[in-house]
């Protein structure tokens, strides 16, 4: 099983629609989970940042953590054309000391439709 | 707004070549890291840095892979004798501290060996 799974996609939405992606992982010790928006050929663009479990709002964007099902997700309310990206998750364990590699799903395509 | 800087862009080498990879990670970050995408595939962790040391590193990362921190603004990877399969995007991440696992990503530098 790998350690975290993403659907790829493509996800095509009509402008104003409700984006639901999400992720799932086997580690039980991650407890910092991220996303990240990727335009093409750019660097990862931190959006979202959670630690352990629960939701986190930033305007249009929510970020949810179910630890006991190890899934989470991201929600884009509104979604508009300038939200086309590759979206990826990433999580990473606390390991106690300096290590805090960021382990990636494979990323979301998602196209916002005008 | 602070950011993580890459140079080059764009590095095209032959086989068997060297090449250094520059960042300048955020002024007051501590932990630096470096990461590889593959056309089409996950964004990899290869190493994060602290205090002027390796703290991990992924089985990518072998002996033909090193970093340093040459001064107190660059992190450098080097890759001694470059293979086919090095070709990838590298990004450069830096966060603040190990209390907070935010990693901001640089635009990347392409890397294509011929």
């Known amino acids: 099983q790998k350690e975290v799974e993403q659907d790829p996609g493509p996800l095509s939405v009509p402008e104003g629609a409700i984006v639901s992606l999400n992720c799932t992982y086997s580690?039980?010790?991650?407890?910092?989970f991220m996303w990240y928006r990727q335009y093409s050929r750019k660097g990862p663009e931190l959006l979202m940042y959670?630690?352990?479990?629960g939701n986190k709002e930033d305007g249009r964007f929510t970020a949810q953590v179910d630890k006991s099902s190890k899934y989470i997700s991201l929600f884009i309310r509104d979604s508009q054309p300038s939200d086309s990206a590759t979206y990826l998750c990433?999580?990473?364990?606390?390991?106690?000391?300096?290590?805090?590699?960021?382990?990636f799903g494979k990323g979301t395509l998602l196209t916002v439709n005008p | 707004e602070p950011e993580v800087t890459q140079t080059p862009s764009h590095q095209v080498t032959q086989m068997g070549q060297e090449v250094i990879l520059r960042c300048v990670p955020i002024s007051n970050h501590l932990y630096f890291y470096w990461y590889r995408q593959i056309l089409g595939q996950k964004v990899e962790f290869l190493v994060s840095?602290?205090?002027?040391?390796?703290?991990?590193k992924s089985e990518i990362f072998d002996d033909q892979f090193s970093v340093e921190r040459p001064d107190g603004s660059n992190f450098t990877l080097k890759i001694r004798s470059t293979k086919l399969e090095d070709s990838a995007m590298y990004f450069c991440?830096?966060?603040?501290?190990?209390?907070?696992?935010?990693?901001?990503f640089g635009p990347g530098t392409r890397l294509t060996v011929l």
């Open positions: 580690n039980s010790a991650f407890q910092y």
């Open positions: 991440a830096s966060s603040r501290d190990g209390s907070y696992n935010e990693q901001f």
């Open positions: 840095f602290y205090n002027n040391e390796i703290s991990e």
């Open positions: 990433a999580m990473s364990a606390n390991s106690g000391g300096s290590n805090y590699k960021l382990t």
């Open positions: 959670t630690y352990s479990s």
